[in-house]
């Protein structure tokens, strides 16, 4: 099996924080989770994932949750902030709330649908504030080191993702400090996914070596 090697373990890169800020499921979340009649472990989770990061994809509604409050106060205390989510609903969701909380705050998007990804950041990179919402599976052919705190509002199943998104902050000899705050939905899939990627392995294997 060919083994996942870390930027930081291979070169000199600034000193990083890795924490996580659990959040409490909503009644509404409880809720939305025991009425889905999905019942295949794989779509299941899936659901269930969203539902904990504030979306229902079985009423394509949000759902209360706090997942999105806890965000906000990261973001009002951090002048340079990326933002990453594995679902487009979840994006659409931080988005809209971000901009109604706050309309003067830049705020950029970097998902599949972006063909100039080189302008958008190259925008934000200048500016003293922004925040830059990326989707958890396109993390990789892009830097923006000016940013020093990544939030997971949500984690790709997948371990490389996980390590190209670290990698978006991070400069060989720089002497800033980068932090990575993990957003988890209490008794959640949030909390299986996001403790199975701290422990370098990747979500969707580990549910097929289960089964």
């Known amino acids: 099996m060919a083994s996942i090697v870390r930027l930081d373990e291979c070169v000199d890169v600034p000193e990083q924080t890795v924490y996580p800020i659990y959040v409490a499921k909503t009644k509404e979340q409880a809720t939305a989770e025991l009425a889905l009649e999905e019942f295949l472990p794989l779509p299941r989770l899936t659901q269930e994932h969203q539902i904990a990061g504030g979306y229902n994809p079985a009423t394509g509604s949000p759902v209360a949750g706090n997942k999105i409050p806890a965000l906000l106060e990261l973001i009002n205390s951090n002048e340079r902030v990326i933002v990453v989510s594995k679902y487009r609903k979840e994006m659409e969701l931080i988005l809209a709330a971000i901009r109604s909380q706050d309309k003067t705050i830049p705020v950029f998007e970097i998902h599949g649908d972006v063909a100039d990804r080189a302008s958008v950041l190259a925008t934000a990179r200048a500016l003293e504030r922004f925040v830059i919402v990326a989707n958890a599976e396109t993390m990789e052919g892009w830097e923006c080191p000016?940013?020093?705190?990544?939030?997971?509002?949500?984690?790709?199943?997948?371990?490389?993702?996980?390590?190209?998104?670290?990698?978006?902050?991070?400069?060989?000899?720089?002497?800033?400090?980068?932090?990575?705050?993990?957003?988890?939905?209490?008794?959640?899939?949030?909390?299986?996914?996001?403790?199975?990627?701290?422990?370098?392995?990747?979500?969707?294997?580990?549910?097929?070596?289960?089964?």
């Open 146 to 211: 000016e940013a020093s705190l990544m939030v997971f509002y949500s984690y790709s199943w997948k371990l490389v993702s996980y390590i190209q998104a670290i990698g978006r902050i991070q400069r060989i000899n720089a002497v800033k400090k980068n932090v990575y705050v993990s957003l988890v939905c209490e008794g959640s899939v949030d909390e299986h996914v996001y403790k199975t990627i701290m422990d370098k392995r990747d979500f969707q294997v580990e549910l097929y070596t289960k089964e």
